[in-house]
Each structure stands twice: as C-alpha cells, then as structure tokens.
C-alpha cells in the first residue's frame, strides 16, 4: 500500500526524469543552431519565442562564445527542479581545448517541456 507521499515522491521522480532527458535533448539542439549546424525556426519548435529571438541575435551578432574553436560537444547538464513544472539547468560544453557554460531555464506545458530561457557563456 502507498501513503499520499509516496505516491508525491514518485510523481517528482519522473518529473526529474523527464527534465533531465529534455534538458539534454533541447541542449544539443540548442548548440547545433549556435553552430549553423540546424536553422534558427527550428527551434521554435520546442523554445520560446523570446528565446529564439535572442538565439537569432547572437547568431547575427557573432557573439556565438568560442565559435572559431570548432563544434560545441555538450558535456555536463545538471538539472535542479525548481517545483513540479519548472527547472532550473546549469551545463558546461567544450569548443576545442576551452570548457564553457550555459544556464536554461525549462517549463512543463500542456504540450510537454519548453526551453523558456537560455544564457551562453
């Protein structure tokens, strides 16, 4: 038999699951546009419009950290539930020999996790 609180601690369980295989994902694919590698629209798909505004500038602006080092290879991702349907994500990623970081910001919608806020460093 569950009480009420295991029952919570489950739920929260695979809330964390499912943020944490979202944060990667949307991470990766974040850094594939940083990259030119994928355009900009696409990630509409799964991010803010004010996120994919901010994405485009820096593109434009050639404020991309690290660019002329090569491809961005994801590293780290951690992933700190902030309450049932928000998360805070803090990751590092490599361009060549240099470590960077990035930091997000995640939502559960009604039609599953969007990318809400993102800083590259």
Excluded at 92 to 105: E, K, Q, T
């Amino acid at each position: 038999m569950l009480r009420a609180g295991h029952l919570g601690s489950r739920l929260v369980d695979e809330s964390d699951s499912e943020a944490k295989e979202f944060a990667h994902r949307v991470l990766r694919f974040a850094l594939e546009v940083l990259d030119c590698h994928r355009p900009v629209a696409q990630l509409g798909t799964i991010a803010d419009p004010s996120v994919v505004a901010v994405v485009r500038t820096v593109i434009k602006g050639g404020f991309v950290p690290g660019a002329e080092l090569g491809t961005a290879v994801l590293r780290r991702v951690d992933v700190v539930m902030v309450n049932g349907a928000d998360a805070e994500v803090c990751a590092s990623y490599d361009r060549g020999h240099r470590h960077f970081a990035l930091a997000a910001r995640i939502a559960r919608t009604r039609a599953g996790w969007r990318l809400t806020a993102l800083r590259v460093l």
